[in-house]
C-alpha cells in the first residue's frame, strides 16, 4: 500500500464550514474579514482580469448607478467581487473604507447576499 487515497485538499475541507454575512451596517472590518471567506482565485478565475471583467465591475457599477443588486450577478459573482475588493484593500494596506463610494459597495453587496442567503454562507476561502 502507498498511503491513503482520496484525502481531500484543504480547499474542499473548507467548503463544509458556515460563516454569517455580516449586516450591511457591520464596520469595515467585519465586511473586510467577510469578503475573505471566498477564494475567487481558486473557485472562478486565477486571472485578476476575468474576477474584473464578470463580477467586480458589474457589481461595482451597478451600486455607483443606484441599482438593486436583484439577481443580474449570482451569490459566487457577488462575493468575488468582494473578494476582490477586500483584496485590493489589503494590498492597499486600508483600515477603513477608502473611500465613500468603497463603503457603498461593501454594504450593498452584503445587504443583498445577506437577503438572498439568510445571512449564512459556506467558507470558501
Not at 23 to 41: E, I, M, N, R, V
Not at 99 to 116: I, K, Q
Request: hydrophobic content about 40%; proline content about 5%.
Amino acid at each position: 500500500m502507498s498511503g491513503p487515497r482520496n484525502v481531500p485538499h484543504k480547499k474542499q475541507l473548507a467548503v463544509s464550514r458556515r460563516v454569517r454575512v455580516p449586516g450591511p451596517d457591520a464596520d469595515w472590518s467585519a465586511l473586510h474579514g467577510f469578503a475573505q471567506t471566498f477564494d475567487a482565485a481558486f473557485f472562478l478565475s486565477s486571472s485578476t482580469a476575468t474576477i474584473v471583467q464578470t463580477a467586480y465591475r458589474p457589481a461595482f457599477d451597478a451600486v455607483e448607478r443606484g441599482e438593486d443588486l436583484d439577481g443580474s450577478l449570482g451569490i459566487a459573482l457577488l462575493r468575488a467581487a468582494l473578494w476582490f475588493q477586500a483584496r485590493s484593500d489589503t494590498f492597499s494596506g486600508a483600515t477603513d473604507f477608502s473611500g465613500p463610494e468603497v463603503e457603498r459597495f461593501y454594504r450593498a453587496v452584503c445587504e443583498e447576499l445577506h437577503s438572498r442567503t439568510h445571512g449564512w454562507v459556506d467558507d470558501q476561502s
